[in-house]
């Protein structure tokens, strides 16, 4: 505990920007607060709505809807945010309750060069750091997002059973029908989550520690963790993957499959990549195929995991010719006899490697086996060729099949 403390009150002397943006006492039995970025939604009230009709934890939980906007934003963004303060204020004041508490935050002129998803969830994030406990949970939720009734009981559930846990991912769903979109947005998103769940499937295959889910408006992290980490970055996408993943480095994260969250799909142009630019790509492109990367691709990865047992004892250890140039070019053999220098047994010879051979390694190296031997292909065959035709026969097959084993694993 004493760790955790210190932890804190460097996080707060150090890492925030913003003085203290809430003025109301905090819950003396407040557990969670539930982080909502917002900039120009038309219907934030319909996720408040949701968490409103979740069933009630134990602990009291805060809602904090961060509605931001930048220096550079126009006049009618500006305006359209005031409104929906203004919106969220009174909406909050008559739904608002004892153990359930409402808040809304009204960010303006962010800098341009920062201004974005990143920073609004890290406002939102810090300001939560001011009011739990130590233990208290801190979750991400986007502001065109909606939950299972059993969200936040859920959540509470999983972080009292798994005590030293760190940080989770929880499970999601995009719809896949309905009446809200056009069909093409609901074809769209079939492929780019079959993509997301064939991503983690093929690193979950190969045994990577970092194998998780990382989307924004389906996570929690322990508050003391987020101090230690550093908390969340600013950048203006991608911030769920680099904190989650700085996050999953720190070891005992989780997964929270027992609720879902229900991210929304559609278009957005707001981030150079993501769910909403994939849909609106493929819709754009007037081809709804979303092309994943190669299973050979991770096939050569796998061969290169698997072999380090042998690099450890000192048995022949030839790296796979595909990654024999890239890796010249990482100086890998030196950095290999280097952590082996440090470790004294296997396990924390893997333990270290894994340290330097990180989800950011990870990617660079796909990018490279993509980029000079194996082509992106469509979702479908990527899937197929690993599973034949056991998942289905077409992607809305395949994705629901997928579902299903994660949700029967629990």
Same mark, same amino acid.
């Given at each position: ?160 059973? =798994?005590?030293?846990?760190? @940080?989770?991912?929880? *499970? #999601?769903? /995009?719809? $896949? ?5 056009? %069909? +093409? ?47 969340? =970055?600013?950048?203006?996408? @991608?911030?769920?993957? *680099? #904190?989650? /993943?700085? $996050? ?5 994260? %989780? +997964? ?56 450890? *004892? ?10 024999? %140039? ?85």
């Amino acid at each position: 505990m004493a760790n955790h403390l210190k932890a804190i009150h460097t996080y707060l002397s150090r890492h925030v920007i913003y003085p203290p943006l809430l003025n109301t006492k905090t819950h003396q039995n407040v557990g969670m607060a539930i982080v909502i970025p917002c900039y120009k939604e038309e219907d934030i009230i319909s996720t408040l709505q949701s968490l409103q009709e979740c069933e009630s934890p134990e602990c009291a939980v805060e809602v904090i809807v961060v509605i931001n906007d930048s220096e550079d934003d126009e006049k009618e963004t500006k305006s359209f945010n005031d409104k929906s303060y203004i919106k969220c204020k009174e909406w909050s004041k008559e739904n608002s309750t004892e153990d359930l508490i409402f808040n809304t935050l009204r960010v303006e002129n962010l800098p341009s060069k920062w201004a974005g998803v990143g920073l609004a969830r890290k406002i939102g994030m810090d300001e939560s750091v001011r009011r739990l406990p130590p233990e208290g949970i801190i979750l991400g939720l986007d502001a065109d997002a909606s939950c299972q009734k059993n969200y936040l009981v859920a959540v509470e559930d999983h972080f009292r059973e =798994n005590a030293t846990a760190n @940080g989770c991912s929880i *499970y #999601f769903e /995009h719809p $896949l029908e309905g009446h809200s979109y056009s %069909s +093409e947005v609901y074809e769209s998103i079939i492929q780019y989550e079959l993509h997301l769940r064939y991503f983690v499937d093929m690193q979950k295959r190969m045994g990577l520690p970092f194998a998780y889910q990382t989307v924004g408006s389906s996570m929690a992290v322990r508050m003391s963790a987020y101090c230690e980490v550093g908390g969340m =970055n600013k950048r203006k996408a @991608g911030e769920d993957f *680099y #904190f989650l /993943h700085k $996050l999953i480095k720190q070891g005992r994260f %989780s +997964e929270c499959n027992t609720t879902t969250v229900y991210p929304s799909p559609r278009i957005s142009d707001r981030v150079p990549f993501g769910t909403g630019k994939a849909v609106g790509d493929m819709i754009r492109n007037g081809s709804v195929l979303y092309y994943t990367y190669h299973p050979a691709s991770f096939e050569v990865i796998s061969r290169f995991v698997t072999g380090l047992s042998d690099f450890y *004892y000192g048995n022949p250890y030839p790296i796979p010719e595909h990654l024999i %140039s890239y890796f010249n070019t990482q100086d890998f053999k030196s950095k290999m006899l280097e952590i082996k220098l440090h470790t004294s047994n296997l396990n924390s010879f893997k333990k270290r490697f894994f340290q330097w051979f990180d989800a950011f390694r990870f990617m660079k190296t796909l990018h490279y086996l993509r980029d000079h031997y194996f082509e992106n292909i469509p979702v479908k065959d990527a899937v197929i060729e690993v599973y034949g035709n056991e998942l289905g026969k077409n992607e809305k097959e395949m994705l629901i099949r997928y579902r299903k084993m994660i949700i029967d694993k629990n």
